[in-house]
Structure formats: C-alpha cells, structure tokens
C-alpha cells in the first residue's frame, strides 16, 4: 500500500535519540531516508545499551535498532573534500536535511543554510540543538536530565521531602524528536507549495518549556497568577480538601492511579458500594475522611490491579494499573491492535519492536526494513550516484566511506 | 505567497483537556485556521475550566503554593474566576492561542445541518473525545466522508478506537500508568506513591504525534486526493518514546524499573541541593573528561583523589558516596551559578527551573520565547511562545485565545453565508451561537 511520505527522501545526519527519532517517523510513513554515519564507529547509539544478550556489538544495540527502522544506511566522512563532494550530490535530490550536531558543526563543516540553500533552494534544514542555535546557552553541553531540569517540569515532579525527579528514559529528548517532525513536516508542505525550503531552529530546552506535559499551563499560571508549583506529598494526603482519591495507591498486587472529577463522585461511591450512605454524600465534607478512607484502602488491597481496571472499565471511572513493561507487551489491549510488531533484523534476528504510534486508513505505517548494517547501503546509493565498485574501493582505502 | 505553512488549510476541532488541543494549537501555530466547535449547553471538564462556574475552593487563592484541590491546574487570571470564568482560565488559555470559536448544538438536527456546511468547507476534523462521544452525535467518519469525500478525520482517544478498553474514561494520568512510564520515573528505592505530581508526558507526546499525523495526511491528500481517517490511541504513540527500554524487554526479558535520577551507563548523575529554600542543580557527568573537569570546579578537593573514583566503573558502584560528597559542595552555591561554574569547564549542568527562573532564564529570553498578548478578558500577560523556528514563515502567537463563540459571526455568516434570518432564528433558538454556558 502507498505510504503518506512515499514521495519523499531525507538525507538524515541525526545521531543519537533526538534526530534519530524525528527521521524515524519520516521514514516509518514511508519517506526515503538515507543515513549518514560517520566511519568508521557510525551513529554512537550503536555503542549504547540496551544490547541483544547484553553484549556491546554495533549492530545489537536496541536503542539503535528501535531508532532506525525504515531507513538505509551509509558511511561519509564529511571532513574529507571527497566526502564533501559527495555530500553535496546527495543535497541536490532530497527535500530534507535533518542533523542535530552541536549548533556551529554544520557551518564549520562547510554546510551552513546558506551553503545548503544555494545547492538545493528547495530543501528544507531542520537542525535538533539542546538550547538553540543562537542564545548565551548555545555552547553549553546538556543531557536528558539537564534538558529536563531546564526545560520542563522537573521542580514540581516527586515527593516534596525528596529530590526534584525526572521522567522515564529518554523521553525529553524523543519528543524534540517528535516536534522537530511537527515542524519538518509544515516546512515541506510549505516548500512543496512554494517551491522554497527554509531551516528550522529547534531548541530542546523550549520544546519542554512549550510543552503540554503540563510546563506550559503552569508557565501561564505563574503569569497570571504568580503560582509557583510545588512537588506534591505522597500517599494522597495531597487530597485533604476533599474525599476524591487522587494520586497513586498501593492495591493487592502493585498499584493503580487514581483522578476523579467531582461530578464522577457517586460512581466512586457506587464502586465502592456506598451509594446513599449519608457520610459521604458530600465529597468536599470532610468529617468522616478517616472512615472514608479506611474502606478506600481496605477495597483496594483487596483487589487486584486488572480487577480494579475492569471495576473502573464498567463504571467509567480514571482509575488504571502501574503497569511494567512485560506487562504492557502482553497487554491484550495491545495485542487485539497489533501494536507490537516483529522485524527481522540479519544479525538479531526476529525481535518485536514498539509499532505505529498512529493508524492511517489509506497510507499506513509499515515496517519494511529494519535499521541498517554499519554502510549497508553504500553501493546502493552511491550506485545510484554513478560510483563504481573501484571507486568504492577507493573512498574505502581513503577513509572517505 | 502564502508567509505561512499551513495558511488555507481549515481545522475543525472538537478537542478538550490537554492533548487535543496541544495537537491543534501545533497546527494553529504553523497557520491553519483551527475553529473551535463548542456547544453553550455542553461542558467539557478541565478544558475552559472544572466546572463553568466553579466554586471557590476550586479557585485557589493562594499565589506561592499550589496545593489543593488540583494544584497549578486550577489557575484563572489573578484567581478571579469572574463572570464569564471560562474566558480566564490558565489551562485553556495557553493552548488555545490562534485559534477561532464558534458555538453550535451538534444534538439537534439543525446544529447538524450547520456543523455539515462548516466540514464541507474545510480540510480536517480533529477530536480527542472518547469514541463513542462523536458515534452517539452521529458523527463518524462515513458520516463526515459522506459529506466531504476527501476530509483527514483524526481521532485520537486515550487507547484508540479498538480494542477491549476502547471506552476507558483516561486522562493523561491514567495513560502514563498504562503504558508502562510510571513505574519507570519512580525513586529506586522507594514504592510508587512517592511518585507524585502532576506532570504527563503522554499528553505532550500524543498531541504532537497527532499533529505530525495531520500533517502527513495532508500531504498524501495533495499527491493523491484522498483524504482519510487517522486512529490515534495516545499510549501507542508513547510507548514508541520509551522504545529502548521496551527492546530491552522483547530481547532480553528485562524488566527495566526506575533509575530515577541516575543514568544506567555513566557516573556521577543527579540532582543536588543548592544554597537557598526548595533550590537544586542537575549535573551529568558522562566521561572521564567531563569528571576531571567537575573536579577542577570544585577547586580539586582532596577526596576527589580517591581511587574508587578514578573510573566510571568506580563512580557508579560509589555513586551513593559522591553523591553527598558532591552535594556538600552544590549546597554552598546558588542554582545557577553551579552551572555557570561547570559549563565552564564543560560539565553538563543546570538549575532546575521553577516558573520564575523560567520568565526570568537569559536563554529564553535572547531567543524571545514569551510573547506578550493581549487578551479581551484576560489582560496583557507573557504566555510561553512557539516551539521551534523558522527562518522564512516565522510563527507567533497572532491572536489570543478565542473567547467562548467569540467567532460566531464569523462562522456562520461570513464563512457558511447564513441569511439574516436564519442567523437570528437558529441563535433565538440557542441552536447556534451564545457566549455564555446555561
């Protein structure tokens, strides 16, 4: 089936998570990508865990492998003048570029806007930085927990008697990854129209701060009324003016999370089977909160995590397990989707990845190859370039590829 | 020649609470026309607000602390809920920017009738509603195609449009507990429940995807004519943004937990406490040049010679130790002058910002990241800017968050050329228009 992005190709020179990920949904919805790797060790996500077996090796790194689906892979060094050149051939026929080196790498390399603007006047530049391309922090070296600190939420994440928290993984900078294909996309179908390509700017540190993870609400909250958040206390004491359960709490088997809306009250009291009983008729009335929440907890450890989901499933309440990871793989849910999908990879062999973080009727997600050998591509490409197998031999010897 | 991306391309969008609207102001802020379809008869909660007219309790009046009912979630205009609430409401305000408003009653025929006409003039219908909310209104993707053939219809509920817990009520709290990421931003150490607050990537991550997936679909719809639906369940579009601690799972049956402040492979990485109330540094050392020059920082003190140190193997079996140690010397100095002091020597670090030190961040500020905006209800306030720029078709917050029906005129009469009497009937019947909520 035709993809949405069938008809377009990307030069991608992303390392790491950030870029990666921005080129990864390009090319996940069919767009062309051709990556760049530095010869000879390539992207350094290959050189970071999680490894098949737990066995550093370039071509099982699970982090990389997840990164790079769809896409084909070439070697170039591009501070030799023979890489240059051929860097430059490869600009004249793509409608993207996407890097995200230090801000300066670029230019030092020969490859400014500007450059890349007179090769290719249509093309679209979309360069991934921590804090920006211009700016007193442009230089400063970060990484996903700076960028959060920074950026996002960070303050108001955690217990108030603990440190400040970060989120899972890396997710802080995949969502940079995420915005930078928001704006890739606006620009193409821009320079598409326009016949005009542009470069797009994009600075980790205001996609946080912009962000709807909450950071951009209580931004606007501290100008309009100068609330500073707090971290919250644990064990729902958070909930002291008012009966709701809220927050997070233990159950028979792990925990669930719990957020009520007050007109969701009577089917809170309906699930815990006190409909008309007078205590509580008033969820903000807080006389009986003891008594309250000693059938709260006792009905909690008493069921378990799915019980509580299918209780709260039939009675539309938000009340939903902490699920692991196994956990969500095995999900039904899930599964009844086909979310999780198998790729066959020549050296890992048949693994399930994480699948389409979106479902198009007419023009799907599809896994068609999985992330590329170290230059698996380079006669490929280069091929297609008019390089032959000598010259290759050639650019080999010399470092170039 | 259009000056922005996505200028004549219109947005239908029935979209509520977080990740709908983020998706869409994307849109917005790229050019398109998003109108709002609300309905004066219909409140959606924690979109304008909890309730229309909220009573006090849940209007905090307190300005330093945020504790409460909901915390910083609650924020109206100088805590004033005032008469017309659903205008001034932090939540809604920031996201709603450069988008329109119009009011319609999609459960009456004639509603209908209007809604049909607005989605045969426009390019996208974009909702997060929970599935069966836009099946019972008869609004389904065969409906809309009937009246549009080529319409990119996207709907993205919190667990997708199939599938046993489609019509799980979620938020985005719920999300980030089902699709794993909970349990993997905990305190190792310590059970779930100190994982408190009141952050949700899920929302930033969902709204983002679905923007990315409009855009696509337009794309495809320029090259081929087709318009289609798109099936967006939000935990889906998450779990991609963890994928390597998923891959260490499908691999190698791991089961990653919290590393909470730390990073698996490198040594020392945390969050130390800094001179002055609630006020903390990041550091992230990550080689062993990075670690020689946090050393040279703290003016080389003499446990820093220690041999247990001297490696990343050592630093993070002794992570506990130097930890304190490290945390003895960020206590003596200011959030931001610890960063200044490491950037200098190449050590990635930085404050962690509270909103004050946000508005106020010499970064932020240079590159012109708040923008002040005027509002009819609201006043004059900095809001937090765009997200990315672009240097030919720069983007800006071009009007305010729209006013409850602020754009009914509009609408109805400019855009759908509804006759005079028609406008006057449909509104005395409240089928269309208003600016209050009844």
């Not at chain 2, 409906?143 to 979620?170: E, H, N, Q, V």
């Not at chain 2, 990075?290 to 193997?313: H, I, V, Y």
Request: charged share 25%.
């Amino acid at each position: 089936m035709e993809q949405a992005l069938s008809d377009v190709k990307v030069l991608d020179l992303t390392w790491y998570i950030a870029g990666p990920y921005c080129t990864k949904m390009l090319a996940d919805y069919g767009a062309d990508v051709v990556k760049v790797e530095r010869p000879p060790e390539g992207d350094p996500a290959r050189s970071i865990g999680p490894f098949l077996g737990d066995e550093p090796h370039p071509e099982k790194s699970g982090l990389f492998l997840h990164l790079n689906t769809n896409k084909r892979g070439i070697t170039l060094n591009l501070k030799t003048d023979a890489g240059k050149s051929i860097f430059k051939e490869l600009v004249k026929n793509v409608d993207i570029l996407v890097e995200n080196f230090s801000p300066g790498v670029m230019d030092r390399l020969g490859f400014s806007y500007e450059e890349l603007e007179k090769i290719n006047p249509k093309l679209v530049v979309t360069s991934i930085s921590n804090f920006g391309r211009t700016g007193p922090y442009r230089d400063f070296r970060a990484t996903e927990i700076v960028e959060f600190a920074m950026g996002g939420e960070m303050y108001s994440t955690g217990s108030p008697e603990l440190t400040p928290l970060k989120l899972g993984g890396n997710v802080v900078q995949y969502q940079a990854g995420t915005i930078a294909a928001v704006s890739t996309m606006g620009a193409l179908l821009w320079s598409r129209q326009q016949g005009v390509g542009q470069h797009i700017d994009i600075s980790i540190m205001e996609t946080q701060a912009g962000g709807a993870d909450r950071r951009n609400i209580y931004l606007l909250g501290y100008a309009y009324g100068g609330v500073v958040t707090q971290r919250w206390p644990s064990g729902g004491a958070a909930a002291v003016r008012s009966l709701l359960p809220r927050g997070i709490y233990p159950c028979q088997d792990g925990f669930v999370m719990f957020l009520g809306l007050p007109q969701w009250w009577p089917r809170f009291l309906k699930l815990l089977g006190l409909e008309g009983e007078p205590r509580f008729q008033n969820f903000i009335d807080t006389t009986h909160e003891d008594e309250f929440r000693a059938i709260w907890f006792s009905w909690l450890v008493d069921h378990t995590k799915e019980e509580i989901f299918k209780l709260c499933l039939e009675n539309r309440i938000a009340g939903a397990p902490l699920n692991t990871v196994e956990e969500v793989v095995n999900d039904r849910h899930l599964e009844y989707r086909g979310f999780f999908v198998e790729i066959e990879h020549p050296v890992v062999g048949r693994v399930k990845y994480p699948g389409a973080p979106f479902k198009m009727m007419e023009s799907p997600w599809q896994a068609k190859r999985p992330a590329p050998l170290l230059g698996q591509h380079n006669e490929e490409v280069y091929g297609q370039l008019g390089y032959t197998q000598k010259d290759l031999a050639r650019l080999k010897e010399e470092g170039v590829i | 020649m259009a000056t922005l991306p996505l200028e004549g391309v219109r947005v239908v969008a029935i979209s509520l609470v977080l990740a709908g609207p983020f998706g869409s102001m994307l849109l917005a802020d790229l050019g398109a026309e998003v109108i709002r379809v609300e309905s004066i008869h219909h409140f959606p909660s924690i979109t304008r607000g909890y309730m229309p007219r909220p009573p006090q309790f849940m209007v905090p009046t307190t300005g330093e602390k945020s504790g409460g009912f909901s915390g910083g979630l609650q924020t109206y205009v100088d805590h004033e809920a005032g008469e017309r609430p659903w205008n001034r409401f932090a939540l809604f305000n920031v996201q709603a920017r450069n988008k329109l408003s119009c009011c319609i009653d999609l459960t009456r025929p004639e509603g209908k009738d209007v809604f049909r006409r607005l989605i045969q003039v426009s390019d996208v219908f974009y909702e997060n509603n929970s599935p069966q909310v836009m099946d019972n209104l008869g609004l389904s993707y065969e409906a809309l195609s009937g009246w549009k053939p080529d319409i990119i219809y996207l709907r993205m509920p919190g667990l997708g449009l199939t599938g046993p817990y489609r019509d799980f009520p979620g938020f985005g709290a719920q999300l980030d507990a089902i699709s794993g990421h909970t349990l993997l931003r905990g305190y190792p150490g310590r059970d779930a429940t100190y994982t408190t607050g009141e952050v949700y990537h899920c929302d930033a991550c969902a709204g983002a995807t679905a923007a990315f997936a409009v855009l696509c679909a337009l794309h495809f719809r320029r090259r081929t004519g087709k318009g289609q639906l798109i099936d967006l369940s939000q935990i889906e579009s998450f779990i991609p943004q963890l994928g390597e601690i998923f891959m260490d799972y499908t691999m190698n049956r791991r089961i990653e937990t919290s590393f909470g402040n730390r990073d698996p492979f490198t040594a020392p990485q945390g969050c130390y406490r800094c001179r002055g109330e609630d006020r903390w540094v990041v550091i992230s050392v990550t080689s062993d040049k990075e670690w020689e020059g946090l050393c040279r920082a703290m003016g080389n003190p003499s446990w820093t010679k220690d041999e247990r140190f001297a490696t990343n193997q050592g630093r993070l079996k002794y992570q506990d130790e130097l930890d304190e140690l490290i945390e003895q010397w960020t206590l003596r100095h200011d959030h931001y002058e610890v960063m200044y002091i490491l950037q200098r020597e190449g050590v990635p670090a930085g404050p962690v910002m509270d909103q004050r030190d946000a508005y106020h961040d010499p970064q932020l500020r240079s590159r012109g990241f708040f923008e002040e905006v005027a509002h009819p209800e609201a006043g004059i306030h900095f809001y937090p800017g765009m997200l990315w720029k672009m240097s030919k078709t720069p983007l800006s917050i071009r009007r305010p968050a729209p006013c409850l029906g602020q754009h009914n005129e509009y609408v109805f009469r400019e855009l759908l050329g509804l006759s005079e009497e028609e406008m006057v009937r449909l509104e005395k019947e409240l089928v269309i228009g208003g600016d209050a909520y009844i």
